[in-house]
């Protein structure tokens, strides 16, 4: 089928991204969160990515115009439940997942196809609370979305070919690249990048090296652009400890134990940059490492 209108359900980090590429690519973006203030913050920011983009002549300004243009800001689900798809993108939580479903329930067009951006929770599980596990698929970005090629592409046991087929078609004219992964926990990319990220809190909860010297080392040894604990830092130390605890329990393998130390910092609220501490401070003009 033919993708023309898209809904992104959550406004924050990576459901802005999602937006922007979107409409950079020429769909009808309807970005819904649970706020019109949260959906305004989003709006600015991808103002900013977009200028940003001009700066460095990768778009043009009628490129930032156009795509402005395309995004309408919207707080009825209804609205949103009728686009050709429906990317949902909230917090990475299988029970608000959930909750958001059902209530797209008695909006969604016959056609509509249902993805979600989960970074780790079981696609076939998800798709079968709705009323389409045919029409359902992980739809996987990487953050910055604007930035990063890839997308994971996840099929439930019930998705049907049409709508892998559809997706795939989507990825292509995002300018991604996709990769298909079977519906396991955590999918390819964060069951290999999460447990490196948690073995590194394992290295410095057992003083084999401090913050600075364990991201230097991975940097400068693994030649890894940044270093796993400025990584975790990026992602969000809660998102890092729910795709553990998702390994844990899917997988029930000690070896996906999350680490106390981890534990400890999101009990702390030291979730990373988004809240200015996590492993490094955030609150000066230089991040400084906290351990």
């Not at 983009?53 to 009728?82: F, H, K, N, Y």
């Not at 298909?180 to 926990?185: A, G």
Request: with cysteine; charged share 20%; proline share 5%.
């Amino acid at each position: 089928m033919e993708i023309k209108q898209v809904g992104v359900i959550g406004a924050g980090q990576m459901g802005n991204g999602i937006a922007h590429v979107f409409a950079l690519a020429g769909y009808d973006v309807l970005l819904n969160d649970i706020s019109e203030e949260a959906v305004a913050r989003a709006l600015e920011v991808i103002g900013r990515n977009l200028e940003r983009q001009v700066s460095r002549a990768r778009i043009t300004e009628a490129d930032r115009e156009a795509a402005l243009a395309r995004i309408r800001p919207e707080t009825d689900l209804a609205a949103v439940g009728a686009a050709d798809l429906v990317v949902e993108s909230a917090t990475e939580k299988e029970a608000i997942k959930n909750s958001i479903f059902e209530s797209l329930a008695p909006y969604l067009a016959p056609q509509t196809i249902l993805t979600t951006n989960t970074s780790s929770i079981s696609i076939t599980r998800l798709a079968a609370r709705t009323d389409r596990p045919e029409r359902f698929m992980g739809f996987h970005f990487m953050n910055p979305v604007p930035v990063m090629q890839l997308v994971e592409l996840i099929r439930g046991i019930a998705t049907d070919q049409a709508t892998y087929d559809t997706l795939l078609g989507v990825v292509e004219t995002l300018g991604k690249t996709a990769a298909s992964s079977e519906d396991y926990p955590a999918f390819i990319v964060n069951r290999i990048l999460i447990p490196m990220i948690n073995e590194a809190v394992y290295a410095l909860y057992e003083g084999v090296g401090s913050v600075a010297s364990i991201d230097i080392s991975l940097k400068l040894g693994a030649n890894h652009p940044m270093g796993p604990l400025e990584l975790a830092d990026f992602i969000g130390l809660d998102t890092c400890l729910a795709i553990m605890n998702v390994l844990h329990e899917g997988l029930a393998d000690t070896k996906y134990r999350p680490c106390p130390l981890l534990v400890k910092y999101v009990e702390a609220g030291w979730l990373g940059r988004k809240s200015k501490r996590g492993f490094y401070d955030y609150r000066g003009e230089t991040p400084v490492p906290t351990r």
